[in-house]
T-cell receptor, first 115, second 111 residues
Framework: SAVISQKPSRDICQRGTSLTIQCQVD?????MFWYRQQPGQSLTLIAT?????????ESGFVIDKFPISRPNLTFSTLTVSNMSPEDSSIYLC????????????FGPGTRLTVT | GDSVTQMEGPVTLSEEAFLTINCTYT??????LFWYVQYPGEGLQLLLK?????DKGSNKGFEATYRKETTSFHLEKGSVQVSDSAVYFC??????????FGKGTMLLVSP
């Protein structure tokens, strides 16, 4: 399994500002994913980030609000732009493990509170 | 499309009690099935998986059997501990890279 770290682990931000979340993996991976987990809820996929191509966003998420970078096979960033209190969530990155079952391994998450 | 349904929580048990968390799914083809656990204040950890019918996934005393005939993947543990208190997510993958998650079931174990 991959070891994934995220920075920051938590933050409190003002409405209207932006926050960039970093995700670092200890091995090279093709596919990385960004999820949002709103308080008390399940995970919702924001986008899939493949190295060397534009991120693919799920319905309801747009690049202007959640720009993603994927400069190499071990690193990605997610920016939450022009934040509002509704963006208060846990943001998690994940990678696909080896093998045919496509299990995913998750980072520890970034706990964002917008005031 | 794919979907996962889990029993509503919270599930409250005393230490050493038997645990069952129900999970049923709808999917095209032959999905892989997973249980993830999220301890308070942490990210998700893969608890166990099963990739084909009748497979049994197991880890840390937890088990789940892939039942194609009932489209179920119920999580069980014979004797829970306080340290098992967490949120448990059932998930599936239909052969593509993305996971479909259930809503999660909170387990609270008291001493």
């Amino acid at each position: 399994s991959a070891v994934i770290s995220q920075k920051p682990s938590r933050d409190i931000c003002q409405r209207g500002t932006s926050l960039t979340i970093q995700c670092q993996v200890d091995s090279q991976v093709t596919m990385m994913f960004w999820y949002r987990q709103q308080p008390g809820q399940s995970l919702t996929l924001i986008a899939t980030a493949n190295q060397g191509s534009e991120a693919t966003y799920e319905s309801g998420f747009v690049i202007d609000k959640f720009p993603i970078s994927r400069p190499n096979l071990t690193f990605s960033t997610l920016t939450v732009s022009n934040m509002s209190p509704e963006d208060s969530s846990i943001y998690l990155c994940s990678v696909v493990g080896g093998g045919s079952s496509y299990e995913q391994y998750f980072g520890p998450g970034t706990r964002l509170t917008v005031t | 499309g794919d979907s996962v349904t889990q029993m509503e929580g919270p599930v409250t048990l005393s230490e050493e009690a038997f645990l069952t968390i129900n999970c049923t799914y709808t999917a095209t083809g032959y999905p892989s099935l997973f249980w993830y656990v999220q301890y308070p204040g942490e990210g998700l950890q893969l608890l166990l998986k099963a990739t084909k019918a009748d497979d049994k996934g197991s880890n840390k005393g937890f088990e789940a059997t892939y039942r194609k005939e009932t489209t179920s993947f119920h999580l069980e543990k014979g004797s829970v501990q306080v340290s098992d208190s967490a949120v448990y997510f059932c998930a599936l993958n239909s052969g593509y890279s993305t996971l479909t998650f259930g809503k999660g079931t909170m387990l609270l174990v008291s001493p």
